[in-house]
């Protein structure tokens, strides 16, 4: 899944999203809110919230190399990795 | 916050230094009782936030409680440079042998208090200042070591007033200077401070201002002086625009972006950082430019609360540019903001490069801000230009651009 803000857009491995813990661990550490956990449990991007990221890494951190990317869409699609 | 010249003569008369057996009322009917009771002339004073009130037959003198009751009712009617009376003052028209100055306020430079006295009262310190600077004693004092009778004493001595109405003005000035600091004022004034025929001193009028941000210490004696908790006590009513940038403000925690006050000109200004907004407007305003607004932004906004105050003054009737200029930040970060305005700036249909006219933000994440900026074509400033060369260059490009256009 990939949702794109302005500045930034975010992807995440559709496999990785449909993991309920993953979710929940991508919604409680992100300081933005761009996670949110479905009503299935699965992963939602929460669209308005994309270009407040504030590039701290959290999420990377928080799951599983290569499963979420941050992409800087004003730096020629940079990847925060 | 002011205080009308009631309140401020019942702090200073709580602090223990003499006034009038004057009286308040918002009744014509009862300022002739007040004058009854006063029995001899006496003075009605219009109770208004605003100055030049006796110009505008605000103040005015009767003889009789009659008189005094045909006064109150025509002051209460009055309005004074857009402001209606919240009542009247009925005040003895002392017999005053000479009028003083005793003062105190609040250094922002050196961030101490200080007393200012002098002998020559009645008109303003300032020309007092100008035309008989001998006669104007001034001192700095700690706002948190206790304060001493001796320092108000070489104050007063300095202007040269020596023996008994020394020894009468020392406690009048140090109770004033006490209760300035107690109050957390910026200003407490007793102008004139009135010498009576026997040698005594009592306050003939004041002037008092508390410090905004300190209502929340002092509740107790603003109930008591009956000033509610909505009162804003602010110049003028806010307007639409101002108010809708409180609501900007509001919408999250945060960062600020705030104080957004109104202006007729035609540059917007995204302005902040540790006193920078005032640099900024005014560097502005020396340039020749004319600001839409004044705002405060910092404390790193959200970049959806930096993209609605750009919003908010893109949007407002005659502005044509926009500057976004901060001091060098360090806990706002410059891409947040730049995103904030170029978001903004693509909302309402604009081109960020046409519209901004700068962009003078150095700091935080600065490398990652002018990666947006260079994206959008903005023109932007690093630390190298001063906030002073940044104003000049957003006015020169507004003024340019407008005569291009005409």
Partial sequence: ?81 | MRFFEFEAREVVKRAGIPVTDYGFTTDAGEAREIAQRIGGPTVIKSQVLTGGRMKAGGVKFADTPEEAEAHAREILELEINGHMPRGVLVDPRAEVEQEYYAGVVWDGTRKQPVMIFSPVGGIDIEQVAEEQPDKVGRRHFSNILPLSDFQAKEVIASTGVSGSALNRLVPIVTRLARLFVENDMVLAEINPLGRLADGSFVALDAHMDIENEARGRHKKLLAELGVGEEETRQAREATPFELAGEQVDAQDHRGVAGNVTEFDGNLGLVIGAGGGSLTLFDAVRAHGGEPANYCEIGGNPSVSKTCGLAKLVLQKPGVEQIAVMMSIVSNTRVDIVARGVIKACLELGFDPAEKIAIFRIPGAWEEEGFKILEKYGVDYADRSVSLNEAARRAVEKIQGASAEAA
């Fill in chain 1, 1 to 81: 899944m990939r949702s794109d803000g302005i500045f930034i857009a975010v992807e995440v491995d559709d496999r990785a999203a449909a993991d309920p813990e993953l979710a929940r661990r991508l919604t409680e550490a992100c300081p933005v809110d761009i996670y949110a956990q479905g009503d299935d449990g699965a992963l939602q991007l929460v669209e308005r919230n994309l270009d407040e990221c504030v590039l701290c890494r959290l999420c990377l951190d928080a799951s599983p190399p290569g499963t979420v990317s941050v992409i800087k869409l004003y730096d020629d699609s940079a990847v925060l990795a």
